[in-house]
């Protein structure tokens, strides 16, 4: 049994060496930042820099965790999905899903469960996150505004 156990550990250690191999995942580059929304309230950018700007701006911090495969390759595709979606330094550029900015904070899938863990900062209380939700309405609009669909 103690056999099984060690080369099971070495099989999984040779693994995640290997998986480090995969080129996804380490395109940590932060384009300059065209322009952003006209915030309607300092803080109201404050809270969207804390819960957003880390997959929705071109203001990425990439933690040490984020050049480790395959946590890497789930924290790019976070990233680049977030700036697909809506990218408050592209502001202005292309399509946006502003509108549907506050509804996500409202449903509660924005912040994602596994980002506020791994980045307390971004936790907003009740209080923030109402704040948050006002401001985006007021800077964004709401779901339905300004869509052509």
């Given at each position: ?5 060690v ?9 995640l ?100 863990i ?28 300004g869509?052509?669909?």
């Open positions: 049994m103690k056999r099984i156990v080369a099971g550990i070495a099989v999984l250690v040779v693994l060496v290997a998986v480090q191999a995969v080129p996804y995942g380490r395109n940590h580059t932060n384009p300059p930042v065209r322009a952003e929304p006209a915030w309607d309230s300092p803080r109201t950018r404050d809270l969207a820099v804390r819960a957003c700007y880390a997959c929705h701006s071109n203001e990425t911090t990439w933690p040490w965790y984020s050049n480790l495969a395959p946590v890497s390759w789930l924290v790019q595709y976070d990233v680049d999905q977030g700036r697909a979606e809506l990218n408050f330094s592209e502001w202005g550029a292309g399509e946006q899903e502003g509108g549907e900015a506050a509804e996500t904070v409202v449903e509660g899938s924005m912040p994602p469960w596994f980002y506020v791994l980045n307390p900062e971004g936790r907003l209380s009740a209080a923030e996150r109402q704040a948050l939700i006002t401001g985006l309405q007021a800077t964004l609009g709401t779901d339905g505004e869509d052509d669909d």
